[in-house]
């Protein structure tokens, strides 16, 4: 049973679309559990019905056609319970709804298993005998188990004709909606384009092509190519091989010929499908198709074709890499997983919104989304994005929901929650120039988080009184190598004279966990709990060195530096990069620099710290909590995993008294301590923290003047009582809504919402 089990479940990934998909299950069901009838119901989310989609041994001209509503029939019965129903005689048990366009009456066994994904019951697999008997447990089992491997294909399939607008049963449907996660607040309506990285056959998206014969020559130009090359490779090596295995480069020549492979993709490519899109699919079909070949010589040609295949887009790429990239108007960046990078390709006045695949809200990217006002959704898993490419999408940031096929209804309403957005902007803009003072003259210094120059332009447009935190590793990431002792400089001047005679702290590099280097790669099982932040520096001191001597360098004649160590988990590891930057101060000093020891200081983001900030705050002359990683390591929660999303939150009862015990021990000890995570930017968040204590709090450009709006409405009198309150509660819900009926009753609840983001 297993081996047709395995077999079912990979001819069925081949499928090209669903109804196939489903044709195929029934009937290889059917035969490896030798009933007369196997068939599939769907639920129509549209029509509120399970419909039949396929059957073996039922009616044909009922596919399609016939539908229960949800809670009608034995089907009805599975998907409501989502349990197996197995029964000797359906037609005795008292839901059994008699169909007579299915020509069933004479069928009484009846074994209904439910199809689940993500919790979400999609429809039901049945099969059926015409004689009284009970299938066994053997049978039960190995349906059940069938349902759960193919789930996924199901939900994938109905999610891409859902991008499509049509519903599983063929109704023309709109308003589509896919859920994700908040990475940056607002709403934007515009034309997705899929990005991708280079030679990864498996994440090309389907495009519509342009110009069919020029993609039909750059397709002929790039096996050509590939043809010169197994040529070359076969005259070098040819003679050290035994003949079988020569004869395999004959193999793969064969293979690109117009009666293989190429013509295959030729077809596609005559048929309007772009040459990198049509290379793709042809690739996924036959690699799939070896795959599950029972010889395992030919299971292993998979792999070749799978080269052969990446070989032949790697010139067509090359090819598409020397055209300019041209991106519209309206530009909703989607892809699978985001990358700073690209990003940065896009023309910022063009990029409105962006979709990811994989990641969190406290992702990289979506840190990067919010500094630069983008509205994001991430973690959107069930999303089809390869066929999105082109089309019309809504993401909506609040509430982390990308919509396809909008109707003009949609499309309306969400126009008219960007205006009240730019609205809300345009009426905050009156407190630029004013102070951050409670109703009760408490003063709060308000700074930002940057990591581009664009963003020292909006902060200091914003009313930012210094930088709290300023990701010296963004730099690094848009470089193809480590930037120079000069080019960090440059870039750090830049920063500290915008802001001069502001503060500027500026964080060593911080790499590792979800910051990889492309030239500096680091692999690892669990890369947050490996080697990142401080420890990377401090085992590489030319690199530290370096940018301590660029850091100091740049601040002559300034002199508003601050520098500050992140992930310190001991106090050696402060002693060790002590020692480097003063080091980097001499040798600056020697050469002839007027420069001066910048203050140090320590982010506060693992348990270790929190509980040494006394210690620490001896040996430096600041401390600063980084509430994302702070928030991620104390409640053991990958914040990239969106499967766990649900489960982090700053507003958690460990994270608050944490967060109050860092506070009460620095201020033991006389140091300022500031607060430079994704809490600060939260209007609801910002009291509690302003509550607790906090000198500074650091936070991205665009929700600086809304926090600014509510530290002006709330006394701190009244921001204490809050904090007094929400320090009993044992939930992070319950908090939250605490905090939310609080702005409500200051009278700022239009900020609700977009505090919900942050």
């Not at 053997?138 to 294909?153: C, H, K, N, P, Y």
């Not at 709403?187 to 495009?207: C, E, K, N, T, Y």
Request: charged residues 25%; contains cysteine.
């Amino acid at each position: 049973m297993l081996d047709r089990l395995r077999e079912i479940v990979q001819e069925v990934n081949t499928a090209r679309d669903l109804q196939t998909a489903l044709d195929i299950i029934v009937s290889r069901v059917r035969d490896a559990m030798n009933t007369q009838v196997c068939s599939v119901y769907l639920l129509d989310s549209d029509i509120n019905c399970h419909v039949l989609m396929a059957s073996e041994g039922l009616r044909k001209e009922s596919v399609g056609h016939v539908s229960l509503q949800l809670d009608e029939g034995l089907v009805g019965l599975v998907a409501r319970n989502a349990e197996p129903v197995n029964l000797e005689d359906a037609r005795a048990h008292p839901n059994y709804h008699y169909l007579s366009e299915t020509g069933e009456e004479e069928f009484r066994s009846f074994l209904g298993v439910p199809i689940i994904h993500h919790r979400n019951v999609l429809g039901v697999l049945v099969v059926q005998h015409r004689d009284k008997r009970s299938f066994d447990n053997g049978e039960e089992a190995f349906l059940i188990t069938l349902s759960a491997q193919l789930a996924g294909v199901i939900a994938a399939a109905e999610a891409s004709g859902a991008i499509q607008g049509m519903s599983p049963s063929g109704q023309r449907r709109a308003d589509t909606s896919f859920a994700g996660i908040s990475g940056a607040s607002g709403v934007a309506i515009g034309q997705a384009v899929v990005v991708f990285p280079h030679a990864d056959l498996s994440l090309i998206p389907s495009r519509v092509a342009e110009d069919i014969d020029a993609e039909l020559a750059a397709f002929a130009d790039a096996l050509n190519r590939v043809r010169t090359d197994i040529k070359a490779l076969s005259d070098s090596v040819g003679q050290q091989l035994r003949p079988e295995e020569r004869d395999l480069f004959d193999v793969y020549l064969r293979m690109l010929d117009d009666d293989a492979l190429g013509r295959e993709v030729n077809d596609l490519i005559s048929a309007g499908q772009w040459s990198q899109g049509a290379l793709a699919e042809v690739a996924t079909d036959h690699v799939k198709a070896f795959e599950q070949m029972k010889d395992p010589y030919l299971r292993e040609r998979a792999a070749d074709i799978k080269d052969l295949c990446s070989r032949v887009l790697f010139y067509l790429q090359e090819t598409e890499r020397d055209k300019p990239k041209e991106y519209p108007d309206h530009t909703i960046l989607v892809g699978e997983e985001l990358a700073p990078s690209m990003l940065m390709e896009v023309p910022r006045e063009k990029l409105v919104g962006m979709i990811s695949v994989k990641g969190s809200g406290n992702s990289h990217v979506a840190i990067l989304a919010r500094t630069m006002g983008i509205p994001t959704v991430m973690g959107a898993l069930d999303l089809p994005y390869r066929r999105l490419d082109g089309r019309q999408v809504i993401v909506d940031g609040y509430n982390g929901t990308v919509y396809t096929s909008p109707s003009d209804q949609l499309l309306a309403r969400y126009q008219e929650v960007i205006k009240e957005e730019e609205q809300l902007v345009r009426g905050l803009e009156g407190l630029i120039n004013l102070p951050c003072v409670t109703p009760d003259d408490h003063r709060v210094s308000l700074w930002v988080n940057t990591g581009l120059m664009t963003d020292v332009v909006r902060s200091l447009d914003h009313g930012a009184e210094g930088i709290g935190l300023f990701r010296t590793e963004v730099p690094f990431l848009l470089s193809e190598r480590f930037p120079s002792e000069q080019e960090q400089a440059a870039i750090y001047r830049q920063q500290l004279e915008a802001f001069a005679p502001k503060l500027v702290t500026m964080r060593t590099l911080d790499v590792g966990g979800d910051k990889a280097l492309p030239y500096f790669p680091i692999e690892e099982a669990n890369p947050f709990l490996g080697w990142r932040g401080i420890r990377v520096t401090l085992d590489h001191p030319e690199i530290f060195i370096a940018q301590a001597r660029a850091m100091i360098r740049a601040s002559e004649g300034l002199n508003n530096l601050q520098i500050m160590l992140p992930m310190v988990s001991n106090l050696q590891e402060v002693t060790g990069a002590t020692q480097i930057i003063k080091r980097a101060l001499r040798e600056l000093q020697e050469e002839g620099l007027d420069v001066r020891m910048p203050p140090i200081g320590v982010m506060i983001e693992l348990p270790a710290a929190v509980y040494l900030t006394r210690a620490l705050c001896q040996m430096v002359d600041f401390v600063s909590v980084g509430s994302n990683d702070l928030t991620q390591y104390l409640l053991a929660v990958d914040r990239n995993n969106p499967r766990v999303a649900d489960l982090y939150s700053a507003f958690h009862p460990a994270v608050l008294n944490a967060l109050q015990h860092v506070v009460t021990e620095a201020h033991a000890e006389n140091k300022p301590v500031s607060i430079c995570g994704e809490m600060a930017g939260d209007p609801g968040a910002a009291l509690l923290l302003v509550a607790m204590g906090f000198d500074v709090l650091s936070m991205n450009a665009s929700t600086l003047l809304k926090v600014k709006a509510v530290i002006r409405a709330v006394t701190l009198s009244t921001a204490k009582e809050l904090l007094q309150d929400v320090m009993k509660l044992t939930d992070a819900q319950s908090i939250r809504s605490c905090v939310d009926l609080a702005l409500y009753n200051a009278g700022v609840d239009r900020l609700l919402r977009s505090s919900r983001s942050n």
